[in-house]
T-cell receptor
Framework: AQSVTQLGSHVSVSEGALVLLRCNYS??????LFWYVQYPNQGLQLLLK??????LVKGINGFEAEFKKSETSFHLTKPSAHMSDAAEYFC?????????FGAGTILRVKS | ETGVTQSPTHLIKTRGQQVTLRCSSQ?????VSWYQQALGQGPQFIFQ???????GRGNFPPRFSGLQFPNYSSELNVNALELDDSALYLC???????????????FGEGSRLTVL
């Protein structure tokens, strides 16, 4: 069965610093992979998705993620953090007709 | 284009009661999925509805049930509420592409249920 592991339940960065949120997946078949963001008291918003095209995927708000099959990873990055990036981020893998989510990483941005 | 809307946004129930949550899918989307997000956890798949029939179910007991209507809107019903049912319930819609793999899901803002 497909599964997702997000390393680090909390990540803290300074404004302007690199953001790196880690995600490793377990899948028996080539997966579709997603990153979603959740702001307080809101639903999930799609940041980006990998669907077996280019391995480097660019998303909204300056985020990107690289699919590395050899490492079974799909880490999310942003070159320069902004205060508005503070939120919870979820990595997810497709599994048939559903998504399997990781436990989430809360990103804190310090001024 | 109208997004996914859910109601109510917040509600409080007591143990043993029943609750109905409602979801209107995004325009043009015929598939609705429900997820439970407990505090501090990622969303967990409850079930999916397509063409008014259940099309896959996660590891949830039968007291979690649902409906989909001809206009593709959906309801989630939970009977005999337990304290552990306290969570954010998320509805997501998607256009059915005819493939077995889920594509992008479009989420509503959720219904936060508190069971006392």
């Amino acid at each position: 069965a497909q599964s997702v592991t997000q390393l680090g339940s909390h990540v803290s960065v300074s404004e302007g610093a690199l953001v790196l949120l880690r995600c490793n997946y377990s899948s028996s078949v080539p997966p579709y992979l997603f990153w979603y963001v959740q702001y307080p008291n809101q639903g999930l918003q799609l940041l980006l998705k990998y669907t077996s095209a280019a391995t480097l995927v660019k998303g909204i708000n300056g985020f990107e993620a690289e699919f590395k099959k050899s490492e079974t990873s799909f880490h999310l990055t942003k070159p320069s953090a902004h205060m508005s990036d503070a939120a919870e981020y979820f990595c997810a893998v497709s599994s048939g007709n559903k998504l399997v989510f990781g436990a989430g990483t809360i990103l804190r941005v310090k001024s | 284009e109208t997004g996914v809307t859910q109601s109510p946004t917040h509600l409080i129930k007591t143990r043993g009661q029943q609750v109905t949550l409602r979801c209107s899918s995004q325009s043009g989307h015929n598939t609705v999925s429900w997820y439970q997000q407990a505090l501090g956890q990622g969303p967990q798949f409850i079930f999916q509805y397509y063409r008014e029939e259940e099309n896959g179910r996660g590891n949830f007991p039968p007291r979690f049930s649902g409906l989909q209507f001809p206009n593709y809107s959906s309801e989630l019903n939970v009977n005999a509420l337990e304290l552990d049912d306290s969570a954010l319930y998320l509805c997501a819609s998607s256009p059915n592409t005819g493939t077995s793999d889920v594509g992008e899901l479009f989420f509503g803002e959720g219904s936060r249920l508190t069971v006392l």
